[in-house]
């Protein structure tokens, strides 16, 4: 069977979905083929069931933590009942994804694997799909390394580790990335011994003063982490495996959790058919999303870019945008935020610090520490900042935020890179208190009093406080 929709769109994930339900709303006639569980990465084996074992993880730490207010008592874990949390979010979410509410919105779902016979007709099951354009949104999946002996020992990734019903009594992570603090620091707080293994920095790609205050929040509740330390050899079995570092150094832990990176999903599309261009990190594509094939885009982790949510989800916007209303668009990495959900969470938008400097010899940086703040205080909480990060121009180019709710907060610096807002502005802004969020308003206001500490500014001042 042949059929001819004006959109295919090639898996259902964040990005594909955003597609789908777009065009279809906006009257294309779309096809969507997946081949996995509708919802993708995000729904069943990432953000939902990630931070719903977070928040669990929270809860246990709080009442931990309550004896320094006065509070004493110590938390019973019971992970059967945590694990049934984790997919009670995700079933409840579920049904916004579904196969079911696609169908509803006039898109038709095609449960295959899709493969390019060429460059304009997609085979799925036994359907030929000839579109006008196509969309591939295939996302990632976990990277296993080459480490002698892994294998064997049966290691967790982001895909099955959230199926665990107990909890283990200790766990190694290899990856210091945000998958292993974030997961190493819930499953610690839970009460599982945890050892975190990087080859590089730990949390390598974040403003190393943000992450050095997370990792010592982590160190402080009972996560090892063992950093510039490639694992040479795994040996054991599945329950009780040894990972053998440089130098002799071993780690001995009930289960291992492999987080070292994502590969895209593109092996089985016949890409070369399509006349697709792809690099080591996925699909080569355009700021506009669109492939070497002009009728076909790629969005999402697929393209080996940010690989986050609702980055997914804006560059399957700019695709309906180009497609449907045939608009120029252009994705722009800088603008996209993110946030590692440890305690403290780390946000960012824009360029970190380093990166500034490396771009503008004359970039500069002013930091507002928590200590500061009086609701950090309050909640007893003080320890992170907010530092903005400014070109040579004083112009805003970035943000860091570590602190509790910091993903929360670098909202108001990712509106104000979209929205090109002055650093002025933000000094102005009046916050309601007490509030973390002053503690930005600090930091620019601290550009500010750096720059009035000039001898002809105190010189003018002088003059205007004699006039009558």
């Known amino acids: 069977m042949t059929i001819t929709p004006d959109i295919c769109v090639i898996g259902g994930g964040s990005a594909g979905l955003t597609v789908a339900a777009a065009a279809a709303n906006f009257g294309h006639k779309v096809v969507l083929v997946e081949r996995g569980a509708m ?8 953000c939902v069931p990630s931070k719903s074992l977070i928040a669990a993880a929270r809860h246990a730490a709080m009442v931990r933590d309550g004896a320094r207010f006065g ?5 019973e874990i019971d992970y059967g009942a945590v694990h049934r949390h984790i997919h009670s979010v995700i079933a409840s979410i579920a049904p916004h994804d579904s196969v079911e509410r696609f169908e ?13 016979e060429d460059g304009e007709t997609v085979a799925a099951g036994d359907t ?3 579109a006008r354009r196509f969309v591939i949104a295939t996302g990632s999946r976990p990277r296993m390394p080459a480490i002698d002996g892994l294998a064997a020992v049966d290691p967790l990734t982001n895909e099955s580790v959230f199926d665990l019903t107990a909890l283990p009594e200790s766990l190694a992570i290899i990856g210091g990335g945000p998958i292993g603090a974030e997961l190493g620091q819930a499953f610690a707080r839970l009460g599982a011994k945890v050892t975190v293994i990087t080859s590089g920095a730990f949390l390598a790609k974040e403003d190393p003063d943000a992450a050095a205050i997370v990792r010592a929040r982590m160190e402080a509740e009972g996560v090892g982490i063992v950093d510039h330390a ?14 053998h570092l440089p130098g002799g150094r071993t780690v001995a832990a009930a289960r291992v959790l492999v987080a070292t990176g994502r590969l895209p999903n593109i092996e089985s599309l016949g890409l070369q058919a399509a006349g697709v261009a792809t690099h080591p990190g996925g699909i080569v594509v355009n700021k506009g999303m669109r492939t070497d094939n002009r009728r076909i885009y790629a969005i999402g982790d697929v393209t080996g870019g940010p690989q986050f949510t609702h980055v997914a989800g804006h560059q399957g916007s700019l695709a309906v945008r180009s497609i449907v209303f045939r608009l120029p668009v252009s994705f722009d990495a800088d603008a996209m935020p993110r946030c590692t959900f440890t305690a403290p969470e780390l946000a960012q938008v824009g360029l970190c610090e380093a990166e500034a400097r490396e771009r503008w010899a004359d970039a500069s940086a002013y930091t507002a520490p928590l200590g500061g703040n009086d609701r950090a205080r309050a909640d007893g909480e003080t320890e992170g900042f907010v530092k903005l990060v400014l070109n040579g121009k004083g112009k805003l180019v970035g943000a860091t935020i570590v602190a509790p709710h910091a993903g929360e907060m670098i909202a108001t610096y990712t509106l104000a890179l979209a929205g090109k807002v002055s650093l002025q502005t933000v000094a102005g802004l009046v916050l309601p208190y007490p509030t973390l969020s002053e503690a930005g ?11 009035l500490d000039k001898p002809w500014l105190k010189r003018a001042l002088s003059i205007l406080k004699r006039i009558p």
């Open 128 to 130: 030929q799909i000839k």
């Open 230 to 243: 490639a694992v040479e050899r795994v040996s054991g079995d599945p329950s009780a495996a040894v990972l």
């Open 71 to 75: 509070v004493n008592a110590e938390p």
């Open 441 to 451: 308003k600090r930091a620019a206001v601290n550009h500010f009093g750096e720059r």
């Open 39 to 46: 919802g993708g990465d995000c729904l069943n084996y990432g």
């Open 104 to 116: 509803g919105l006039g898109v038709k779902v095609i449960k295959a694997e899709a493969r390019f």
